[in-house]
C-alpha cells in the first residue's frame, strides 16, 4: 500500500497510464490521462490502482469526460457489482434503472424530489445493512454560482478524536435512518411523495458500528452522519443528541474537508466507507426555473 504522502505528491508506479494530483492535503486526488468513454481498454492493473487510491484519498476526480449513461455505468462496473438506488430507481433515467439523477430541474411542473437530496452530511445508503461501497456523480449542468459538492474525510475525523473518546465510541452502534429525527428537524428534507412497501422496508434503517475499519486500507474511520444517524443503539433520542451533535461537528471541521467546484464533465468517485458529502444550497435556489440556474447530475453506485 502507498503511503498518503506519497499518493497526496502523486509518485505513483511510473507505468501506470495516468497522472495524480492531490486535490488537498489528505481528502481527495484529480487522475489524469485516461478516457472514461473506453473503459473497457483500461487494464485490470490499472481499474486496481484507481481503487486502492480511492481507498486512501477518498475521492478520486476525472475532468473533461462527457459520458452517457452507458459509459458511466460501464466504468462503474469496472469495480465491482452496481447497488440498487436508494430508493430503488424511482428517480431514473427512462431505461436506466441504476442511475440516481440528482437534479433540481422540474418534471411535469413539479419540484424535483432530488433537488436538495443532499442538503446534509451523509454516506449513501447507510440506512441499508450494507450500505453502497462507493458511488460515482457526474456533472451534466452546473448552475452559473455554486452548486458545489463537499466532502469529509472521516479517517481524519477518528484521527482526531482523544483516545478516551475512541475507547468509549468503540462498542457503540448507532441507528442511521432516512428517516432520522434530527434530519427531520433541518430545514429542507422533503417528504416523499410516495412510498411502497418495500421501500419503506428499506428505509427503516439499520444500526451500524460507529467506528469502522476500512476494508482495503485496514484503517479506522469515524461512521456518523447528520442525514441518517438518529441515535446510538440502546441510548434515547435526548442522550444520545449532545454526543452525536460534537461527533456530527468533528468530522465535518473545514480541516477534514474539501469543497469542488463543478464543470460539465466532472466526473467524481468517491469512497462511502471513508468519506461523507454534503451538497449547500449555494446557488439561486429562488430562481432554479431560469436554465443558468439549472444543476443536473447523474450517479451510479456500487454494492
Ligand atoms: O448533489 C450532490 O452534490 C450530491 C448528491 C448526493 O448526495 C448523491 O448523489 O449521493
Ligand atoms: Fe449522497
Redesign the pocket.
Known sequence: MLPISATAGGLLDPDLPYQVHPLSWRTGSEIMGLDLRSSDQLADATIASLWQLLGERGILLFRGQHLDHDQHLAFTRRFGPLAKT?LLGRHAPPGYPDI?T?TNIKKDGQRSE?EN??QQW?S?QSFLPVPARA?L?RCVHTPQFG???MFANMYQAYEAMSDGLKATLDPLRALHTLFSTRSQRLSGRKAFSSVSPEELERMKGFAHPVIRTHSDTGKKTLYVSEQMVDHFDGWSVEDSAPLLEYLFALSVHPAHTYR?R?QPGDIIF?DNRCTM???PIDYDFDGMDSPANH?L?Y?S?LA
Open positions: 436508494g440516481f440528482v432530488t437530496a443532499a451523509h449513501d458511488s456523480l452548486g458545489d459538492t469542488h463543478w468517491w458529502h454534503y451538497a444543476r447530475m450517479r453506485t
